[in-house]
C-alpha cells in the first residue's frame, strides 16, 4: 500500500498543474476550431446514420443537429479559454470536460472512434478535481496534483500499451511480420513512403520495433531523468514520423505526453539562462570598415 501510495500520490508541483491546463485547455479550442472530431458536419448529415455509443446513450444525449453543435462548439471553446487562464478552474473545466465528451462521442457515433483522444478526455475529467494553480506553485506539492497527473500519464501509456495488446487479439504475433505498413504506406504516398513500402524486411524490423515498443511503454510510468526524456524522445520522433509518412496524427495523445515533462521548471531554467547571457555578453564585432 505504501508503494501504491508513493505512485499515485507521490510529489508533484502544483505549478505543473498550471501549465498542463494551459496545454491541454488551449489544445481543446485547437481541436474544436479544427473540427478534427467533424460533429459539426455530423449536423448536417440524416440523423439515420446516427448510432450513438453505448456511454451517449446511456446518458441520455441528443442526436446532434446544425443548433446543437454550434451551441455545443461555442461552450466548449468559452469553458476552455476560461479553464486555461487559472480562473475557476473546478467549474470551467467541469463544464468544458462535459461539454468535450458529447462533442467526441457525437463523432464516434457514425462508426469511427480515435483511441488517441481517450488520455485527453481522461486530462479533462482529472484536472478540475485540483484547486487553483499558479505558475509560481513550483515549491508547493499537492497530492490531487499528483494523482492528477499520474491518471493523465495512465491513460497515455495506455494507449500504446492496449495498441499492442489489440494487435496481439486479432494478428498474434504473425502481426509484426505481416504487410500492415505496407498497405499504409502505399495508400498514403508521401515523402519516403513509396521507398519504405518497397523494402518488406525493412516495414518488417519497423513493425517489430513498434509492436516492442508500445509493449515496453509502461516503463515511462518508473523512468526518471535521461531515461524518462530519452523514451519521451523515441514516442515523439514516432509520431512525428508517421505524420511526415502517412499525414496520421496522434496530437491529442502527444499532448497529455507532457503530463510528463517537469514544464514547472522552464521559468527557473530561462532565468538562470537570461543570467548567464547577461554575465557573458556576446563579443561584439568590429565593424567591417573599422579595418580590425
Known amino acids: 500500500m505504501t508503494a501504491l501510495r508513493r505512485f499515485a500520490f507521490g510529489p508533484v ?3 505543473r498543474i498550471a501549465w498542463l491546463r494551459l496545454v491541454i485547455y488551449l489544445y481543446v479550442v485547437w481541436d474544436v476550431l ?3 472530431t467533424d460533429p459539426i458536419a455530423h449536423g448536417q448529415v ?3 446514420l ?5 456511454a451517449r446513450e446511456w446518458l441520455g444525449f441528443p442526436a446532434p443537429s446544425p443548433v ?5 462548439r461555442v461552450v466548449i471553446l468559452a469553458s476552455a479559454l476560461v479553464a486555461a487562464s487559472g480562473r475557476l478552474p473546478r467549474v470551467a473545466g ?3 470536460a462535459v461539454g468535450m465528451f458529447d462533442w467526441i462521442t457525437n463523432a464516434f457515433s457514425y462508426s469511427k472512434i480515435d483511441h488517441d483522444h481517450y488520455a485527453l478526455m481522461i486530462a479533462l475529467l482529472v484536472l478540475p478535481t485540483v484547486r487553483r494553480a499558479r505558475f509560481g506553485d513550483v515549491g508547493v506539492m499537492s497530492e490531487a496534483a499528483s494523482w492528477a497527473v499520474r491518471m493523465i500519464q495512465v491513460s497515455a501509456v495506455s494507449i500504446y500499451f492496449l495498441s499492442a495488446w489489440a494487435k496481439m487479439r486479432f494478428g498474434t504475433w504473425g502481426w509484426a511480420n505481416g504487410s500492415t505498413l505496407i498497405w499504409a504506406l502505399t495508400r498514403r504516398p508521401n515523402g519516403l513512403a513509396p521507398w519504405i513500402g518497397s523494402h518488406p524486411t ?8 513498434m509492436l516492442v515498443a508500445e509493449f515496453l511503454s509502461p516503463a515511462l510510468l518508473w523512468l526518471r531523468g535521461r531515461a524518462l526524456a530519452a523514451g519521451l524522445l523515441f514516442f515523439l520522433s514516432f509520431h512525428a514520423t508517421t505524420y511526415y509518412l502517412l499525414r496520421i496524427h496522434f496530437l491529442p495523445l ?3 505526453l507532457t503530463a510528463f515533462m517537469p514544464m514547472e521548471r522552464i521559468p527557473a531554467w530561462w532565468a538562470r539562462r537570461r543570467r548567464v547571457d547577461s554575465a557573458h555578453p556576446p563579443a561584439v564585432p568590429a565593424a567591417p570598415w573599422s579595418g580590425r
Open 254 to 256: 502527444v499532448v497529455c
Open 68 to 72: 446543437y453543435v454550434q451551441v455545443l
Open 94 to 96: 467541469a463544464v468544458c
Open 13 to 15: 508541483s502544483l505549478a
Open 50 to 54: 446516427y448510432h450513438p455509443v453505448w
Open 202 to 209: 525493412l516495414t518488417h524490423v519497423l513493425q517489430w520495433i
Open 46 to 48: 440524416p440523423v439515420e
Open 34 to 36: 479544427m473540427v478534427v
